[in-house]
């Protein structure tokens, strides 16, 4: 009772519903067919036979067409979510009902005929093939041509359900194949061609299948009569139409026919259909889309591997080899996904040719198009160079194609040295050619390249002796960016921020390179004994010199142009992602080894914990020097750790790399390394804008001091400090420009790696006893480096280093301090005279610099800026050089003697500190060296001060006479101190921003003793009193900023 009464609700609101199925309101036929929808996921059977019911009851004549798509679409997607739940008497009505729609015009074009033909193949696929089959050969007539309705729906029967179509492809093609050749029209024809290529496919996927097929005893040659007809139809008439449609659907049935013809007629056939081909891959109307021609060609080629040579006698064999070769792409559009297809096609044909009796002529086209033998005829209007190139790329797709074949020749897998020409005797001639093509500058080429690159590593198909040219030239082109200049360097970009089209093809070289690294070593093991070390050195020793893919190559310009600096360089990123990988996964499997062997007996040896790389293969542990060269080059990294495109990956990449790195460090480091740095990559996880870089500075530095500190080795600690001088001296790098805008020895690190440097050498200086090495090696860098800084930071980093040394070895810094402002003045007074100058080497500098540029014209212009380069690397020098002097002044201040002989020498051979540095106040014609000059004065006011026990009952206070006379002796005598006074007052009344740097540096001076008098007074506030009056008028009306009127 309850199952008659929810039929009839259903009956009932499916009945309302329908009939608002044709409102000419879109919006209302969809709600109808959700409604439905909804209704049919309770109760389908119901529901699909009132659809029918519906659909019989009203005259097909009074449904528009509309009202008709409705029924149909909700019949459709019923029966394709819940056809098993139909009984066939409700199937049968909806088979009926779609082929009456199908059927009631005579061509085959409406919305509502295709929808009719889904609906039965819906039902047919799945559970009522049989009862579908029946119904639409009770449409088909021996004779009589079909509609076209029915041959489109019985092709995509075939497709969906082939164990359920296979045993009605004989009866009727028995039916159909008499009406033949009494189709015309292209339509019918193309349709046509659709049925026999879908049932031959059908036949084919049911041979494959034969372990799940409905009936084991089906084989090919029961189908051979009839695919025999089609073929010798399609074959000789409808193959040559003029159509282009036509005669591609023709190829795209002939080419699935050829499996099912008996061996006698495919023997008899190919040469006849591959004469064909070759023909119409020379017909213009079918340039534009060769798929189907190419298609064709790689089943006869299958089909021609089962069967004996005469099937495809010479010199077809090499006619195809060329035609295949010529549908290479040199660069596949896949915005044209047809002539996409075509190029991979093309490959699968070559692949065929090359894995059969054929092989070695296909083996030898490749080679010989690899090494650029072609004729120079018929190059279509290109240059012979241009179609070299091309040919050379084309072989490239081919040769990654055949080595990533999973049929192709394999290294055996139990005899490694077996990976090479053993295995494989063509690689004895590929290797040498692909060798001689990794200089070449065409990104298409080392595109193509890359990927027989990454195909030979992967496969195994190279020894491992045979491996570096190939990783490096890999290594070498991943970059992260494009031609664009790094953070560090002035940008220079096309108008509006667009990326040239060299720039975007290098990018993408770059990116491509980068996955292609990673994936070898995340998934190729065999490569880690030699990807490991080559990485490294490859980190330690960046590939500066390999093309302009790899080192930007940006002009000199601006006032740091002359350094070329790369912060980081471009493969850094990749490489650095990779070791992390690799050394974290070698830790892990150490891990686990050592897991497996605890119930082992153990040696008590400590040399298996100091390197894990001891227990994983042949690999070597590397010597000191080189394991803290590669800690060097990591502090550096971290100097950019969101860098490029504020990405925290090359941070944290470079944070786990050193974690799982550090057992080569020294062994006690892995503990402290472990506890560090998992706070240090928390830091790098939030926003890059609210990253702090003056503390990230301070924990890197803080991690070298607790290593430093906890090792206490003194020879480490040295070997540490020649690590990080190296890269300031660049003594163990490469020459990163030849060009004759570049300084003598400019460095390879960048402002802010070099700032961070700085940092890192006054903390092995805190730690360091040997006098010699410190006064030879940190010293000596700290106070030679100077002439390299190009931002104030940079140059207060390297005073504050120098600083932090003093304080631990005072006298040491202080000796090496006063012969270097020796050479620098004498190096100074050589700038006048020679337009040059530099710490002990003004001359030489300037001689070395002038024999680079040539004579004549454009020698003038060179020599200019040769002299104005050199004149502004001399006042950067002084700036640095007298903020180490405020440093060291401040280390000291707790030595008053030490103090008295810095700041104020009685050697008359020798300048004190503080007249050292008024000579360059006053004498000194950059602002920035005036001001460094001024900052220097107060620090050693300041620390003076601080020397005394009264200096804090006043120092907030104008001083008396009283309170002044408490000082006691000061290390500065009365004299110098009335000539600093006048040296700085002298500075007022000059430009703006010295106003309060003057101001600010008289207040301290005038808590020194002997203290000022009322006339002393009087003239100091005149001349700021004037000064400032001055500047009003002059700046009255004026629009300044905010920054300047703060000054």
């Excluded at 995509?156 to 164990?163: I, T, V």
């Excluded at 530099?838 to 002299?867: D, T, V, W």
Aim: glycine share 6%; net charge negative.
């Amino acid at each position: 009772m309850g199952t008659e009464v929810g039929k009839t609700r259903v009956d009932g609101a499916a009945s309302w519903l329908l009939s608002a199925g044709g409102d000419k309101d879109e919006s209302v036929r969809l709600a109808v067919v959700a409604s439905l929808s909804k209704i049919a996921r309770g109760n389908p059977k119901d529901l699909m036979n009132a659809v029918a019911t519906f659909y019989f009851i009203k005259d097909s004549k009074e449904l528009s067409q509309s009202h008709r798509l409705t029924i149909l679409q909700v019949a459709k997607s019923v029966c394709k979510e819940n056809c098993e739940k139909i009984d066939q008497k409700v199937a049968q009505n909806l088979i009926a009902m779609a082929l009456k729609e199908m059927t009631h015009i005579q061509d085959f074009s409406s919305e509502t005929q295709h929808l009719a033909s889904d609906l039965l193949v819906a039902l047919g696929s799945k559970s009522f093939c049989m009862e579908v089959m029946d119904a639409m050969m009770g449409k088909l007539e021996p004779g009589n041509i079909p509609h076209p309705s029915l041959l489109h729906c019985l092709g995509a029967l075939a497709a969906s359900n082939a164990f359920g179509m296979v045993p009605f492809i004989r009866g009727t093609l028995g039916t159909l194949l008499p009406s033949f050749s009494s189709l015309s029209g292209d339509k019918p024809k193309i349709l046509f061609c659709h049925l026999i290529r879908c049932f031959a496919e059908a036949i084919e996927e049911y041979m494959n299948n034969m372990d799940r097929a409905p009936d084991p005893l089906v084989t090919r040659d029961a189908f051979s009569t009839e695919m025999t007809v089609a073929y010798d139809h399609l074959s000789s008439t409808w193959i040559h139409s003029r159509d282009p449609q036509v005669c591609r659907a023709t190829l795209n049935a002939v080419g699935p026919l050829l499996p099912l013809l008996s061996k006698f007629k495919s023997a008899e056939q190919l040469p006849i259909l591959a004469a064909v081909l070759l023909a119409l891959y020379r017909q213009k109307q079918h340039h534009s889309d060769p798929l189907a021609i190419t298609t064709c060609l790689c089943h006869l080629l299958e089909v021609a591997l089962c069967l004996p040579q005469s099937a495809l006698p010479d010199p077809l064999p090499e006619q195809l080899l060329k035609a295949a070769f010529d549908q290479v792409s040199v660069a596949p559009d896949i915005s044209h996904p047809q002539l996409a297809k075509n190029h991979y096609e093309a490959l699968k044909c070559i692949q065929v040719l090359a894995q059969s009796r054929w092989k070695d002529q296909a083996w030898e086209q490749v080679i010989h198009k690899l090494k650029g033998v072609h004729s120079s005829t018929g190059l279509g209007g290109i240059s012979h160079s241009d179609h070299i190139l091309n040919e050379r790329i084309k072989a490239l797709w081919v040769l990654g194609h055949l080595i990533s074949s999973p049929k192709e020749m394999k290294p055996s897998e139990g005899n490694p040295s077996s990976s090479a020409a053993s295995s494989n005797p063509w690689m004895s001639h590929l290797t040498p050619i692909l060798q001689g093509l990794l200089p070449q500058s065409d990104v298409k080429m080392k595109k193509g390249l890359i990927r027989v690159i990454v195909a030979l590593l992967g496969n195994g198909f190279l020894a491992a002796s045979e491996n570096r040219p190939f990783i490096e030239f890999l290594i070498s082109h991943c970059s992260n960016h494009s031609g664009s200049s790094p953070a560090c360097t002035p940008q220079v970009s096309t108008p509006g921020g667009a990326l040239t089209v060299e720039e975007q093809s290098a990018a993408e070289l770059g990116h491509m390179c980068s996955r292609f690294l990673h994936l070898l070593a995340s998934t190729v093991p065999r490569l880690e004994p030699s990807l490991k070390p080559l990485l490294v050195n490859l980190l330690i020793y960046p590939p500066w010199a390999h093309g302009p893919s790899v080192a930007t190559s940006t002009p000199p310009s601006q006032d740091i142009s002359f350094h070329h600096h790369q912060c980081p360089h471009p493969t850094t990123p990749a490489i650095i992602r990779c070791l992390s990988l690799l050394y974290a996964r070698q830790q892990t499997t150490s891990g686990d080894d050592e897991t497996s062997k605890q119930a082992e007996p153990s040696d008590g040896s400590e040399e298996s914990a100091k390197d894990p790389k001891v227990e994983c293969g042949n690999e070597i542990t590397p010597s000191l020097p080189e394991a803290l060269a590669v800690m060097a080059r990591c502090f550096t990294i971290l100097a950019h750790p969101f860098y490029p495109l504020a990405s925290h990956s090359l941070g944290i990449n470079t944070l786990i790399f050193l974690q799982h790195y550090s057992g080569n460090l020294h062994p006690t480091l892995v503990s402290l390394f472990n506890e560090k740095i998992p706070s240090l990559m928390q830091n790098l996880k939030g926003d890059a804008e609210d990253f702090d870089e003056t503390m990230w500075f301070r924990q890197i530095v803080g991690l070298l001091d607790s290593s430093l500190a906890l090792v206490g080795d003194a020879e480490w600690i040295k070997a540490v400090g020649k690590a990080l001088t190296s890269l300031l001296s660049d003594s163990a790098l490469p020459v990163v420009s030849s060009s004759p805008h570049s300084t003598p020895g400019s460095t390879t690190l960048c402002p802010r790696q070099r700032l961070l440097v700085f940092s890192l050498l006054g903390a092995v200086g805190v730690w360091c006893s040997d006098q010699e090495f410190l006064g030879s090696r940190v010293i000596e860098t700290l106070l030679s480096s100077p002439y390299d800084v190009t931002s104030p930071a940079e140059a207060e980093a390297c005073a504050a280093a120098l600083g932090r040394v003093a304080k631990r070895h005072p006298k040491l810094v202080l000796k090496a301090l006063s012969a270097k402002a020796k050479d620098f003045g004498h190096g100074m007074s050589l700038v006048s005279v020679h337009g040059s100058g530099g710490f002990g080497g003004g001359i030489m500098a300037a001689k070395h610099f002038i024999q680079r540029f040539p004579f004549g014209k454009a020698s003038l212009q060179a020599n200019e800026e040769a002299r104005r380069r050199k004149e502004a690397g001399v006042q950067r020098a002084t700036v640095t050089l007298l903020l180490c002097y405020g440093r060291a002044a401040v280390a000291i201040c707790g030595d008053q003697t030490a103090m008295a002989s810095f700041l104020d020498s009685k050697d008359s051979s020798e300048m004190g500190a503080i007249s050292w540095i008024l000579q360059h106040l006053d004498q000194a014609r950059g602002l920035d060296v005036r001001l460094a000059a001024l900052a220097t004065l107060r620090q050693i006011c300041g620390a003076v001060l601080s020397m005394q026990p009264a200096f804090s009952v006043y120092a907030n206070d104008c001083p008396d006479q009283n309170s002044l006379g408490r000082q006691g002796n000061m290390p500065v005598g009365a004299e110098l101190v009335l000539t600093m006074r006048q040296t700085v007052l002298d500075q007022i009344g000059g430009e703006l921003p010295l106003l309060a740097s003057a101001i600010q540096t008289l207040n301290m001076m005038s808590k020194l003793s002997p203290p000022l008098s009322s006339d002393e007074r009087i003239t100091i506030l005149k001349a700021i009193f004037d000064t400032v009056f001055l500047l009003a008028l002059s700046t009255e009306g004026l629009d300044l900023g905010k920054h300047e009127l703060e000054s």
